[in-house]
């Protein structure tokens, strides 16, 4: 046995455990400890342990359609990506929000258009929102650097305000 003043302790090995003895306590390795919490917070929310006439008894019977398997979460709302039939929708939120339509070159650089492209946009579109529209489709269509800058997203629109300095815009949609 170890003394816990001293700081000594017995290691007892099992078949495929080990474990530690201090003053007649086991000590189960931290990963052990954290399996048998979980099974006692979880697992009696998947079983149902009754008897006969709904009585508790002192053993479980698990059937197979009872036990299901973790869901796997869907991507949030700010990573699902976008497409061109939520170009009115983003219009709106931007407005609501107070963007400066004036700002969209900055905007679309950031979110993955060329230069070249905002170029061609700026020459063919009279007013800065039919600018910021224009911009706002060729992102929704992904081309040029839109996937490497996130997508065309939620996130990637939020995260393109907060780099060019629209922070409470982003936070207020």
């Not at 070159?105 to 070249?116: A, F, K, M, P, S």
Request: glycine share 6%.
């Amino acid at each position: 046995m170890g003394d816990i003043a001293t700081g000594q302790t017995e290691t007892k090995k099992s078949n495929s455990l080990s474990s530690f003895m201090c003053n007649g306590w086991v000590i189960l390795p931290l990963c052990t400890a954290a399996v048998a919490v979980a099974l006692m917070i979880y697992l009696p929310s998947y079983l149902q342990m009754k008897g006969k006439e709904g009585e508790p008894t002192n053993h479980v019977h698990v059937h197979p359609e009872d036990v299901k398997p973790p869901q796997v979460p869907s991507p949030t709302t700010a990573s699902k990506p976008l497409d061109i039939s939520d170009l009115s929708e983003i219009v709106s939120k931007l407005k609501e929000c107070k963007f400066d339509p004036g700002q969209w070159e900055d905007l679309c650089l950031d979110i993955g258009l060329y230069e070249v492209t905002i170029s061609t946009i700026r020459s063919d579109r009279n007013t800065a929102n039919d600018r910021l529209r224009s911009c706002l489709v060729k992102w929704l269509n992904r081309v040029e650097d839109v996937d490497k800058k996130g997508g065309a997203t939620w996130e990637s629109l939020e995260n393109g305000l907060i780099n060019i300095g629209q922070k409470p815009v982003a936070e207020s949609k």
